[in-house]
């Protein structure tokens, strides 16, 4: 199995990634929340924040979540059900939660609203794997 290194270059929470994100989630006690404000950068259609820049946010939250109960984790699958357009420019507010740990395997969910109205829901699994405990 290969070791997981964190080299900053992580495209949601990487400060060394110049085209990244460079977002900055905190883990802790299997949670994990965070505020953005998506850019014009960040669209698919025009206003509307792109869906794969959406998915990469969510599973970064998650992932934080895991981190914070299990080390260095990776994603093993990763479900998302979008209920309505996120828009470029207003802030989004992400949660996630560990919702259940069975050894080495960890499933999470996570909520994201927007001007308080829920925008798109996710659920994953996530697997401990051996690395540096880092986030991403």
């Known amino acids: 199995m290969t070791d997981f290194r964190n080299d900053g270059y992580c495209f949601v929470c990487g400060q060394s990634n110049p085209s990244g994100l460079r977002l900055k989630p905190e883990g802790r006690d299997g949670a994990?929340?965070?505020?953005?404000?998506p850019r014009r950068e960040h669209q698919g259609w025009e206003g509307i924040v792109h869906g794969g820049i959406l998915s990469?946010?969510?599973?970064e939250v998650m992932a934080y979540s895991t981190m914070s109960l299990a080390g260095a984790t990776a994603t093993t699958s990763l479900r998302i059900e979008f209920k309505k357009p996120v828009l470029v420019g207003k802030p989004v507010e992400i949660s996630a939660q560990v919702v259940s740990r069975r050894g080495r395997i960890l499933d999470a969910r996570a909520r994201l609203s927007q001007e308080g109205i829920l925008k798109a829901e996710a659920e994953a699994r996530f697997l401990a794997v051996p690395g540096e405990g880092g986030q991403g």
């Open 32 to 37: 994990c929340s965070l505020t953005w404000i």
């Open 56 to 59: 990469a946010v969510l599973d």
